[in-house]
Nanobody, 122 residues
């Protein structure tokens, strides 16, 4: 059974930066497409970013493209989300997610972590 443990959330001022980490175990990490989703209060969970097992392909939502960067270190079984130029609307619980069947399966059938809170203040 795969396990995902997120860290790095917290309180940051608008315009600031945070880096989220997600440590994975239980499967061959390099075979896992990894991603980040988020859920703001009163809203549905939404896709943020994803990265293929090799790291060669990345995907972003339009709302975070050019501000957030997803990366992975397969030697450390960890995926990262570097978040720059944070906005108030980025406030949400951020969830690490994985699928062994690629990006499109990640969007539909991801396995989730417990989430980490990111709060952006003015």
């Amino acid at each position: 059974q795969v396990q995902l443990v997120e860290s790095g959330g917290g309180l940051v001022q608008a315009g600031g930066s945070l880096r989220l980490s997600c440590a994975a175990s239980g499967r061959t990490f390099s075979s896992m497409t990894m991603g980040w989703f988020r859920q703001a209060p009163g809203k549905e969970r939404e896709f943020v970013a994803a990265i293929s097992g090799s790291g060669g392909n990345t995907y972003y939502s339009t709302s975070v493209k050019d501000r957030f960067t997803i990366s992975r270190d397969n030697a450390k079984n960890t995926v990262y989300l570097q978040m720059n130029s944070l906005k108030l609307e980025d406030t949400a619980v951020y969830y690490c997610a994985t699928s062994s069947f690629g990006y499109y399966d990640l969007l539909r059938n991801a396995y989730w972590g417990q989430g980490t809170q990111v709060t952006v203040s003015s």
